[in-house]
């Protein structure tokens, strides 16, 4: 495969997302809200509001933020200054192919999976494994809103308000076994309900799968809802994955398994191509995808005539986080 090297020269400034502008700036507007006892749903308010201001009244959004059995409680995790990506544009510009490889397929398509009753099984290298309800998945632990950049392979990016845990929170509580070194993730794959799986694109169920230490790092997210409210179907309804140093792809949807395992899961993407898509697949602008560069991203909402393309941020900005991860393993090599 084709490999640059620092194509650009430049070290690109790492955000500081976790005690950036935006944080510091909304502090004290937060303190108020967590002193008038409205911690809950007007805790992120400065982001919701945002959201919900640009979002346009014709999707169909599927619940307030009370159908997400616990509200968000705490404002934590990674934040970002950039501006959030409309909801029409974050729900109906999507990446789901069992419900069709087209961007505007799973927003037609979805509406037939079936998001309830729903079950997460926890099998492999597990102290504790079992089928753990949704419901008490919502509950075990509180639920917060992130703000997270995602980058597709592709070359588009969002930015979206997550509604969710740190992965961790489940992973310590299921107590996995010393010899647990990775965790895959398996999807839902009914075709009853999914039109495309079957097709050929991949092979299904969609799988996808990080180390043990990335899983346990805090920004992998367990996510139930985005902007306030329960996920749409077309981004992954009732339960995915959301990883935001790596690209779209490890960001898997409609969750049913998560198994514990001492070896390195092959996924869905590998499987498919693997001279492109690694296991790792962590955002690089310094290592072109074979076909095209990833040195630059477009950000949808901001496709205007004069739109200029954004640079690509190492590990989508992430580095300070995740970083430490890696160290010692040729990027180059370890796509
Ligand atoms: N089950 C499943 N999960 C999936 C995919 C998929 O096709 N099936 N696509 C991935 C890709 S390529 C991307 S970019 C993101 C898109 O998430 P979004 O539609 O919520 O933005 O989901 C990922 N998760
Ligand atoms: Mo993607």
Redesign the pocket.
């Known amino acids: 495969m084709l490999i640059k090297t620092d194509r650009q020269g430049v070290n690109h400034p790492v955000p500081s997302e976790i005690t950036g502008k935006g944080v510091y700036e909304n502090r004290r507007t937060l303190m108020k809200l967590m002193a008038g006892g409205v911690a809950g749903a007007a805790l992120a308010s400065w982001a919701s509001r945002e959201a919900l201001a640009q979002t346009p009244g014709n999707v169909t959004r599927p619940g307030k933020l009370a159908a997400l059995t616990s509200t968000p409680s705490r404002l934590a995790g990674a934040l970002t200054m950039d501006k959030l990506t409309d909801y029409k544009d ?1 729900s109906t ?6 419900f069709g490889t087209d961007k505007a397929d ?1 927003a037609q398509n979805a509406h037939t999976l079936k998001t309830s009753p729903w079950s997460v099984e926890i099998e492999g290298l597990v102290k504790k494994p079992g089928k753990y309800a949704l419901e008490d998945l919502l509950k075990l632990s509180a639920q917060e809103e992130r703000i997270y950049r ?1 980058r ?3 070359g588009w990016s ?1 930015v ?1 308000p997550w509604v969710g845990y740190s992965l961790s929170e489940l992973i310590k509580k299921v107590e996995p076994m010393p010899g647990a070194k990775y965790v895959e993730f398996v ?2 794959a009914d075709p009853k309900t999914m039109p495309f799986v079957g097709s050929r694109v ?1 092979e299904w169920p ?1 799988v996808e799968g990080l180390r043990m230490d990335e899983a346990m790092n805090p920004l992998t997210m367990l996510t139930f809802g985005m902007y306030g409210e329960v996920l749409p179907k ?3 309804a009732p339960v ?1 994955l959301v990883v935001p140093w790596k ?8 969750l049913v398994k998560i198994r514990f395992t001492d070896k390195q899961p092959a996924t869905a993407w590998n499987k498919a191509a693997a001279n492109e898509y690694g296991f790792y697949s962590n955002v690089n602008p310094n290592v072109d995808h074979p076909r095209w560069s990833q040195a630059t991203e477009r950000r949808i909402g901001e496709d205007g005539l004069f739109a200029k393309k954004r640079k690509t941020l190492m590990f989508n900005g992430y580095e300070a986080q995740v970083g430490q991860l890696y160290t010692g393993m040729d990027l180059k090599q370890f796509i």
């Open positions: 974050a510009y999507n990446n789901f192919y069992e799973p995602m597709c392979v592709e969002m979206i999807t839902l991949l969609y077309q981004n992954g995915r690209y779209g792809f490890k960001n898997a949807k409609s």
